[in-house]
């Protein structure tokens, strides 16, 4: 936990003059989806509200927020966790994931399109993989798919999207096998991009559905090996 705080101490500068609770719980929400806080680690209000600078009932707020977005679950007489999925999460998120995503490539309407986004999350894949960096290849694959989101150009698609791929990162930080899961998904998104500079929609959106259901069976066959369904009494 020593670790996680230096690090955190060094967002204080992120706040700015104005400490507000969604500024902090932005940073927190950034922590939590890169790792520093994996699930089921207790967040400390002393010792994040002092790595950070900010008064208990603003990292109160704050952690409220993030309870809403289902990042972290309040415990009674125990205090505030970081949130374990159960298997049934991780099949809701794909299912809202399938939804969106495939909603927002099949409206795109006539090209060119801005792809400038989902180009550099394919080249940042690429880079993390051949630094063996399997991590850094997950973080480039949510890149990706945040990008191809944004492609709608609506603020509250993307703000929706957001707690859900900080959500789905909850599953990721409980594989033991990185490479294993996100090694396939390089040349599959490769393969979207491919297609939407192409212009062809329709083709990007059925591999984008297959790619959606590929993913949510492996991940759902690590997650339950690795978790097993008595996490729903965690949850």
Not at 25 to 47: H, K, M, Q, W
Not at 125 to 144: L, R
Not at 204 to 215: F, I, K, V
Request: a negative charge; charged letters at 30%.
């Amino acid at each position: 936990m020593a670790e996680q705080l230096t690090g955190l101490a060094g967002d204080r500068v992120l706040l700015g003059r104005t400490s507000t609770a969604e500024r902090v719980s932005d940073i927190l929400r950034s922590r939590i989806a890169e790792g520093y806080f994996p699930p089921g680690t207790r967040l400390s209000e002393d010792s994040i509200g002092g790595a950070l600078g900010v008064s208990r009932n603003t990292l109160r707020e704050a952690f409220r927020l993030l309870t809403h977005e289902r990042l972290l679950i309040h415990e009674l007489n125990r205090g505030v966790f970081v949130r374990v999925l159960t298997v049934e999460d991780v099949e809701d998120i794909y299912r809202t994931r399938a939804l969106v995503e495939c909603a927002v490539v099949r409206g795109l309407g006539a090209p060119p399109y801005r792809l400038g986004g989902l180009v550099a999350a394919v080249e940042e894949a690429h880079t993390a993989a051949a630094e063996d960096d399997w991590k850094g290849v997950g973080t480039a694959n949510i890149h990706f798919h945040r990008e191809l989101v944004a492609l709608a150009g609506s603020e509250r698609t993307d703000e929706l999207m957001r707690s859900v791929f900080a959500e789905l990162r909850l599953a990721f930080h409980v594989v033991d096998d990185p490479r294993r899961l996100h090694e396939p998904y390089l040349a599959r998104n490769a393969g979207i991009l491919r297609a939407l500079q192409a212009g062809d929609t329709k083709g990007a959106e059925r591999l984008l559905e297959r790619y959606l259901a590929d993913s949510l069976e492996r991940v759902v066959e690590v997650y339950r090996r690795r978790v097993g369904e008595d996490t729903a009494g965690l949850s």
